[in-house]
């Protein structure tokens, strides 16, 4: 049956095991896998379609086997086509316990037989996920700003909107600059939004600090050559810095209370999204809770630094940046 993404909330989804989510707003259907679908069974497992039509045997075989995985399981199958859906209606005919299937595809064109199949099953739940317009993300930025008591005036937010593209992925990167940024600075100018959102063209500020706590040297590198950060920014950088450490604390902590990372990781909020989990994961084998205290010691000596040479601090905290990601 088809279900528009603001009904999910009104069903009880609990009598549904089998999910499609289809469109092109990849950060809707992110947030609505962590908050909707997630809850609904305790263990998460992830596949990409082209690892099961691989091994379509060994597949099925796991998923009808439960002591191969744990009780209450929530598969998540990636770029999912018609290719899997034979598959996927040998295990609805099957109808097997404690099992929950979401396939997320890109857009479904109406011809599409896994749309078709899911559209007309009474048992089985079809979402497309449609382009945030202005409006949709004009209320994601004031609801944000409300919540953490940012003022803005609404020429800022449209500039915001503006500059994300009409994705809620990239207004959501944004949104987390301005409120690094209204840590250290509390009236938020227009100028000061030019230049907090410009590098959304380029490469995000977390992105080069997310390189960075990975080691990847040559990429953190090709980051700052291709961005000439100005030195108004060097706080906001160390700021993010911050952040990105707070979250490997926290997940740290929860890794040692569930012994598993991708738990550890589901269960974090606000919620990571798929495109950064590969390069935290890498960070949090990189880092022991113990030298993320240790760096935290060290980005707070460095902006005492940059606060007192503010002519040096591109200098300063470029320097910085290389080191984390060479040793």
Known sequence: MIVKHFELNKKNLKKHKYFLFYGNNKGLIEETVEKII????????????????????SFKEKIANKSFFENERLIIINRSTDKILKIIEEIIEKDLD???ITLISDTLE?????????????????????????QSLNLIASNFLREKKISLSQQNINLIIERCRGDRINLHNELQKIQNYSLSKKTIETKDILKLTNLSENFDIGELVD????????KTLYILNENNFASEESILILRIFINKLK?????????????????????????VFWKDKDLLKKQIQLWSYDK???????VNNIELLVK?????????????ILNQASN
């Open 292 to 298: 993320i205290q240790e760096l935290f010691i060290e």
């Open 38 to 57: 997630k809850p609904l069974k305790n263990n998460v497992f992830k596949y990409d379609e082209n690892e099961i039509i691989k091994d379509k045997e």
């Open 211 to 218: 390189n960075a706590l990975a080691k990847n040297q040559k």
């Open 110 to 134: 109406k011809k599409s037989k896994l749309r078709n199949v899911f559209e007309k099953n009474k048992d089985t739940i079809c979402v497309p996920f449609y382009e945030d317009n202005i």
């Open 98 to 100: 404690d099992i929950v």
């Open 308 to 320: 007192k040479n503010p002519d040096n601090s591109t200098n300063l905290v470029t320097d910085f």
């Open 247 to 271: 979250r490997l604390l926290k997940i740290s902590s929860e890794i040692k209370i569930k012994n598993n990372i991708d738990n550890a990781i589901a269960s974090y909020k606000p919620p």
